[in-house]
């Protein structure tokens, strides 16, 4: 039980450091200096890591990992959708 509080503990800390870059970028309408590259590669390996939560039934895994890719989603979105509106 002790290990799996660590876990979700974890897992929420590493989550909502990308709160503030998703609410900048909501706020300023600007995502210029976030890297696409960076997103897609992050993207890719936190849902790698959320299969891996999913065939290991690690509820932290599953949760921290299921959280982190919607708010690096949204980021993306913001990114490509503010994009557009520039040009």
């Given at each position: ?37 960076m997103?897609?590669?992050?993207i ?25 890719l ?18």
């Amino acid at each position: 039980m002790l290990i799996t509080i660590l876990g979700l503990l974890a897992g929420t800390l590493t989550t909502i450091a990308f709160l503030p870059q998703m609410l900048k970028t909501w706020q300023t309408k600007s995502a210029k200096d976030v890297s696409y590259a960076m997103l897609i590669t992050f993207i890719t390996g936190v849902s790698l890591w959320l299969i891996y939560g999913f065939y290991r039934q690690d509820l932290a895994i599953i949760l921290a990992n299921g959280v982190t890719l919607v708010f690096n989603l949204m980021i993306l979105w913001l990114k490509i959708r503010y994009r557009k509106n520039r040009n």
